[in-house]
């Protein structure tokens, strides 16, 4: 079949090897996201391309590469041969370097020179990950890549000298199980002023920590401190604050703790990390000094509604952010079993009473995990359910397994725990007509899972019916995971 000649007259035009004539900024472009061993490869192509590779100013050297080698050559001498070529070939700034998955290294010598290397070429972004059992000590040469822009350190010890204070060009820090002292650590975040992401999970006990970062927008902190201080974080948009020590004062009343982040809009917390808050107060506000207008998400992970300082603390953050939007729990019953202070019948009674003046106008999504039907958690969801006139979405997943002894499931039929939260929901909420001034007018879709045909079942399902006016879609499926029935429908339920 012939070409129509505009098509003649382009074939004709076009050189021969359209990659080799590639602006090099182009092909290095195209090289850098390839394999390293396969961008290694190209070098056999032709004389021009032998060193192109010699100039990517990124690398890595991970499980993928290692697997690609003669696996019959003993790990540390591929190793070698691998550093020793880029050490004698490279040239131009190397920006980004990637090392992971060396835990058949015996000797760090070798990385000692790579690190040398890499900070004589201009390094802006580097990852180090080491084996937990044998972490890496930084040498010196480490301390000199003033220009470091993004830095990730698993199993590493940070031990400079004196004179060093920090990168001041730093945008991105993660540092995963490292050894560094609490002193360093706070002149590293104080002396990046850039800063933009902080990722501390350190398991050894720290001193005290300020975070003073001006840019700073995502802060997760994952292990054991004494003394944790936010101070101004103007910009801060995600808080992650999971600690594993349960008896530590937070430095500073628990009002006032979040009153420099008036931009957060993602909040995560666990059990340990509530008490860590609670610690410095004497007695929980119902709101914050300073409201979260800016909150949108709330995660509470492996808390205990039926603990008093958890679930007060988690009706007080609620009550403080009225653009909230989502909130998402975990609910962990284990808590009981340590010396905490259960809720009281009173307190429960009261949790409607304390939100007479609280509306959820943004609500649209709650996630509950782990529910097990006590008291206040029914009493939890009656008032999200209540007072949240846009919900779209509500998950409750129940604990059937392990259910403590302690909860109001003692004298239940073991046969009785399937569908448990749907049950109880269903009985607490629909025998006193709990839902007669509860719209659900946003509601579009609903999946019910695990169903067995059971009374109670089918009247959450009359009720899901019967209220919403946009509903188009509900799945139901059986406990065997396959659809029994699928309703779409638009309009009201006679």
Not at 221 to 229: E, M
Not at 298 to 311: A, G, R
Not at 322 to 338: G, R, V
């Amino acid at each position: 079949m012939m070409l129509p000649n505009d098509k003649k007259l382009c074939s004709a035009t076009l050189p021969s090897d359209v990659l080799s004539n590639l602006p090099e900024n182009v092909l290095d472009d195209i090289l850098i996201r390839m394999p390293l061993r396969d961008v290694v490869r190209t070098s056999i192509l032709s004389k021009k391309w032998r060193y192109n590779w010699c100039r990517l100013p990124e690398l890595t050297l991970d499980q993928t590469l290692w697997d690609t080698t003669n696996q019959s050559v003993p790990f540390v001498t591929r190793f070698t041969d691998i550093i020793y070529h880029l050490l004698a070939l490279h040239v131009g700034p190397i920006t980004k370097f990637i090392l992971s998955d060396i835990a058949n290294l015996g000797n760090y010598s070798k990385i000692d020179n790579l690190v040398l290397f890499l900070s004589r070429n201009g390094i802006q972004h580097l990852v180090l990950q080491f084996p937990k059992d044998k972490p890496y000590k930084l040498p010196s040469s480490f301390f000199t890549c003033l220009q470091m822009r993004h830095l990730n350190l698993h199993y590493c010890s940070i031990q400079p000298l004196s004179t060093f204070k920090g990168f001041s060009e730093l945008v991105s820090l993660e540092l995963y199980e490292v050894t560094i002292s609490s002193e360093m650590l706070g002149s590293l975040i104080s002396h990046s002023l850039l800063l933009e992401k902080l990722v501390l999970q350190i398991s050894s006990i720290l001193n005290y920590i300020q975070i003073d970062a001006p840019k700073l927008k995502s802060f997760d902190f994952t292990g054991n401190i004494n003394i944790l201080s936010l101070g101004k974080a103007p910009f801060l948009v995600k808080l992650s604050l999971v600690n594993t020590a349960a008896t530590l004062k937070a430095g500073k009343h628990l009002s006032k703790y979040f009153e420099f982040c008036p931009a957060l809009e993602h909040l995560h917390l666990d059990y340990s990390s509530l008490q860590f808050l609670a610690a410095g107060s004497d007695d929980i506000a119902a709101k914050l000094s300073s409201p979260l207008n800016s909150l949108k998400c709330l995660c509470l992970s492996e808390i205990c509604l039926d603990e008093s300082v958890e679930l007060s603390f988690a009706l007080c953050l609620i009550r403080s952010s009225p653009y909230l939007q989502d909130i998402q729990m975990k609910i962990d019953h284990s808590a009981l079993d340590k010396l905490v202070v259960p809720v009281s019948v009173d307190v429960v009674n009261e949790i409607p009473s304390s939100f007479s003046d609280v509306t959820l106008d943004h609500l649209r999504s709650v996630k509950l995990e782990g529910i097990t039907g006590t008291k206040t958690e029914i009493e939890f969801i009656k008032l999200l359910l209540s007072k949240s006139p846009v919900l779209v979405r509500m998950l409750i997943q129940q604990k059937i397994a392990n259910v403590s002894a302690e909860t109001r499931l003692k004298e239940l039929h073991p046969g009785d725990l399937d569908l448990l939260s749907m049950r109880l929901v269903i009985l607490n909420l629909m025998k006193f007509k709990a839902f007669s001034d509860v719209p659900l007018n946003l509601l579009r879709t609903v999946n019910v899972i695990d169903t067995t045909g059971r009374k109670p079942e089918m009247m959450l399902i009359k009720l899901l019916l019967a209220k919403p006016l946009m509903l188009v879609r509900m799945v139901d499926r059986n406990e065997c995971g396959c659809r029994k029935f699928i309703w779409l429908y638009i309009g009201p339920v006679e």
